[in-house]
């Protein structure tokens, strides 16, 4: 399986996921969802499906409400897209934002020292 095609297909489920969540699920427990990325085996049997959620309280109720409609989103997805086998979704948080945030804030504190240190 060449690469190029798990790209394009990661591409696709990327594009078809968020709208299934944004025009069919219609939920507004969910809140704002963004699918940041999605990772497919090279089998694609597996598509590993990266989300960001706007509120980080609700992280966990909404990767648990998403979880209860898999098999929804995966049939819908299968209507969507055009290819042989639809694979196996799992669905994560992305935390990336969290760690982007903490090595800003550890960078900020460590010149804010500097600052402090020079002007003594």
Known sequence: MSSHRVDKVEQLI???ISYILLHKMQDE???FITVTDV???ADLKIAKIYLSVLQK?????VLNKINQR???IRSELAHRIRIKFVPELKFFIDDTLDYVEKIEGLINE???KNNNQSNT
């Open 14 to 16: 990327k594009e078809e």
């Open 39 to 41: 990772k497919v085996s």
């Open 110 to 112: 460590i010149h804010k």
């Open 57 to 61: 309280e609700r992280r966990e109720f």
């Open 70 to 72: 898999l098999g929804h």
């Open 29 to 31: 427990d969910l809140g």
